[in-house]
């Protein structure tokens, strides 16, 4: 069982920065493709960023050029460092990894991100 850990969410003013952390209890090369995922109030649960452990990354539309997803293998975390943050990034930050075989996912807690107009 992976256990994530995710921190650095808050309320933040419209322009600004945060940048989110997810630790894992296992080694980082035991896993696939590490992600963060977003779910605002009434929607589903969307892709913001992913990286697989090759190190290509992808990124929705909506955050291209202002999100930057990493992986730190020494410290099995991987961050999503998000600027020129906008009201509609309102949401709660999910972490996914998936196993090394990609059969199995897991997610973290969730952590709420709050941008203020």
């Known amino acids: 069982q992976v256990q994530l850990v995710e921190s650095g969410g808050g309320l933040v003013q419209a322009g600004g920065s945060l940048r989110l952390s997810c630790a894992a209890s296992?080694?980082?090369?035991?896993?696939?493709?590490m992600g963060w995922y977003r779910q605002a109030p009434g929607k589903q649960r969307d892709l913001v960023a992913i990286?697989?452990?090759?190190?290509?990354?992808n990124y929705a539309d909506s955050v291209k050029g202002r999100f930057t997803i990493s992986r730190d293998n020494a410290k099995n975390t991987v961050y999503l460092q998000m600027n020129t943050l906008k009201p509609e990034d309102t949401a709660v930050y999910y972490c996914?990894?998936?196993?090394?075989?990609?059969?199995?996912?897991?997610w973290g807690q969730g952590t709420q991100v709050t941008v203020s107009s």
């Open positions: 990286i697989t452990t090759g190190g290509i990354t």
């Open positions: 296992v080694s980082i090369f035991s896993l696939n493709t």
């Open positions: 996914r990894v998936s196993s090394l075989d990609l059969n199995t996912a897991y």
